[in-house]
């Protein structure tokens, strides 16, 4: 049974850093990363990172967001430095099994970002 389990979110003042983090369990992954929906809006990618370290970002946070991951351990952190209040969004956890190309999220952890 695959499960992922987020930490980490909560209300941030705009300038400020958060991070992110993710374990998850239940199989071998190739893909996590971290997705976000802010209210009235469809879920979007924000930073993903594969097994071999590539890493993929949305351009609204190249510079000021950092994915890493540990695939020994299936965990996955999100370094939110510089934030907007447009980065306010809950923010779920991805992850896609190796070989059968099946996703998995996590439950969401709310973000924001405000003063």
């Known amino acids: 049974q695959v499960r992922l389990v987020e930490s980490g979110g909560g209300l941030v003042q705009p300038g400020g850093s958060l991070r992110l983090s993710c374990a998850a369990s239940?199989?071998?992954?190739?893909?996590m990363g971290w997705f976000r929906q802010a209210p009235g809006k469809e879920r979007e990618l924000v930073a993903t990172?594969?097994?071999?370290?590539?890493?993929t970002y949305a351009e609204s946070v190249k510079g000021r967001f950092a994915i890493s991951a540990d695939y020994a351990m299936n965990t996955v952190s999100l370094q939110m430095n510089s934030v907007k209040p447009e980065d306010t969004a809950v923010y779920y956890c991805?992850?896609?099994?190796?070989?059968?190309?099946?996703?998995?999220w996590g439950q969401g952890t709310q973000v924001t970002v405000s003063s």
């Open positions: 991805h992850a896609r099994v190796r070989y059968r190309l099946i996703s998995y």
């Open positions: 239940g199989s071998i992954f190739d893909i």
């Open positions: 990172i594969s097994n071999g370290g590539s890493t």
